[in-house]
């Protein structure tokens, strides 16, 4: 579940998105993880979306940044370990692939692309606050260079990261500001948190979710009826409705769902 508006920090999505807006505090962010390979922001996008061809998953991207020399980064905040980072990367880097290179035009105009994932969880384990991931050829070691580089941050390993990153994953992790930039953060925090029209739309996206995980709900329901009918199992039908009836759902409309009489249902 969500957390309230005020507990909202910098490792949650909706404030890191809309702090983030901020193009010096985005651009001294990005020049502290690749090392100052960032050129002028000429386009920033909070919660871009990317859509890919009909019936294939949708991306929503947290932070997208185009520089002055054409390179796309994808920055976002991950604080749940799902188990399928390098899967979703890989996701990630072909819709944004996708969306940069139109009909007709060359491989080559594909643009370098980083994509950044700000983890509160050492997801490699080796104690490392930032893991570059490149292509490269097993037999000869030598980088296959397509222009993509993949960049896992761990906030864990945060006293073992250079000073000015150190700061930064410390308050990530919830620890006071102590850097002028993490100052800078934190100042934003607070004025995001005083705007009352973010609160509100913190307050509609939580609603929103909730109505999804509602609706999550019911399709499971349905499923477990549908299942009930492959099964072909009376006795699966007859728990089907008294599941149903337990959740107040109408005789009328259990009697449909499960092929019972009026009078079986009744009888339960």
Known sequence: MRKSFDELTIAD??????????????KELLSMILKNKIGKIVRLFR????????ASKGVRLDIMIEDDTGKLYDVE?????EKNLP??????????DNSAINK????????????IFLCTFDYLKNDLPVYTIKPYCTETKQ????????????????????ENLKAFLSYMNGQPPVT??????????????EDEEKRREYMLLKSFEMDARRAGIQEGIQAGIVQGFADG????KLETAKNLLAMNFPIENIVKATGLSMQEVKEL
Do not use: H
């Open 77 to 81: 905040m991950q604080t749940t370990n």
């Open 104 to 115: 007709g035009d060359d491989y080559n105009d594909l643009p370098d692309t980083f994509i």
């Open 180 to 193: 002028a930039f993490t100052k800078k953060l934190e100042e934003k925090v607070n004025e995001t948190k």
């Open 47 to 54: 919660q871009q979306p990317i859509e890919n061809q009909i």
């Open 13 to 26: 999505d909706f404030i890191f998105c809309t702090v983030m807006q901020d193009e010096e505090l985005c």
């Open 143 to 162: 980088e296959f260079t397509d222009g993509t580089t993949k960049i896992i941050v761990n906030s864990t390993a945060w006293e073992e990261a250079e």
């Open 87 to 96: 899967e979703r990367m890989r996701y990630y880097q072909c819709a944004i």
């Open 233 to 236: 199992s009376y006795q699966t």
